[in-house]
DNA sequence: CTATATGCAAATAGTTTGCCTGTTA
DNA sequence: TAACAGGCAAACTATTTGCATATAG
């Protein structure tokens, strides 16, 4: 049984076991496009970019594969209001930046010491696991006139 | 077509229309029922308790109508991973934690100038429309602190 | 009056589930 | 070989839309 999984790099399989999750043909892939581009894509764009490596997987199983991977803490997921849950590589605390006018999303540093700082503002007994910090608005390319937003 | 709409606040519509939106006893019934608890509901729960008001407002037109709200700026909406859209009654600047093992939402607050030291990280051309923050954990039940719950 | 909102039902998007087969440790 | 993962289609949830009627300014 020999499938384009089967070639790819081993440390895949390798950081997959590491986290102690299963290693599949299927999640390494789905772990590999994912690695491969670092954007933010949606589950079905995950699909289309699989199925070019491994045309026989099927929607349910990407599904599956980015919530095992999340689960494990291989990869992380994101989501904007009114958004498809999008998947992120970067496994470093740090925010977004949603581009209304193009869609995209950036990845924006936040300092630990600041992060550290959101969440001293818990009041006590709140134990964050995750912190989630989001902007939305737009990218102005070049310097531009004074603002007029409304 | 005498409406228990018709004998409400009227500085809700009020309110409505000073944000330039047009009232309707469906809107305003809407707000009303956002405003009269400080927790965050789903839109299935805000038509819940809007039928109670007004039975025959559609699931439609709630929808519509906190739209209406978000955009004229009158209510926040604030959402999850994995979960409906909420909405929520507090327009003052503030993050939001995600309790787990209750499903609860408690609003957090934020001092302003910490607030605008998370745009500032922001690169030159970014402008953000608005900022999400927003903690996932779990709550230690103890002497509660002073946070809106659900 | 005229633009816009409502109500209903049907459509859609995103995601999950059931069930059976295949694969992994 | 026992537990778990995949494939497919159907189910499901949240939300949006089309269209005819009603209503606000």
């Known amino acids: 049984m020999t499938m384009i999984a089967d070639t790819q ?10 986290r102690g999750l299963r290693p599949t043909p299927q999640r390494e ?7 491969a581009k670092r954007d933010h894509p949606t589950a079905e ?3 289309a970019r699989v199925k070019i490596l491994m045309s026989t997987i ?6 599956n594969c980015l919530e095992a991977l999340v689960q494990y803490g291989l990869i992380k997921q994101v989501n904007f209001v009114r958004e498809p849950t999008r998947y992120c ?9 949603h581009d ?5 999303i950036h990845d924006i540093d936040i300092p630990a010491d600041l992060m550290a700082r959101l969440r001293s503002l818990l009041p006590a ?12 608005g737009s990218v102005r ?3 531009a006139p004074a603002a007029h937003n409304n």
């Open 9 to 18: 790099n081993p440390s895949l399989a390798q950081r997959i076991t590491d």
């Open 29 to 35: 892939v789905v772990y590999q496009v994912i690695l």
């Open 45 to 47: 764009e995950v699909f």
């Open 58 to 63: 099927s929607l349910a199983t990407v599904y």
């Open 89 to 97: 590589p970067n496994l470093h605390e740090h925010a977004h930046f």
């Open 100 to 104: 209304e006018a193009s869609g995209k």
């Open 125 to 136: 007994g709140y134990a964050a696991v995750s912190v989630d910090l989001s902007f939305r």
């Open 141 to 143: 390319s070049a310097p």
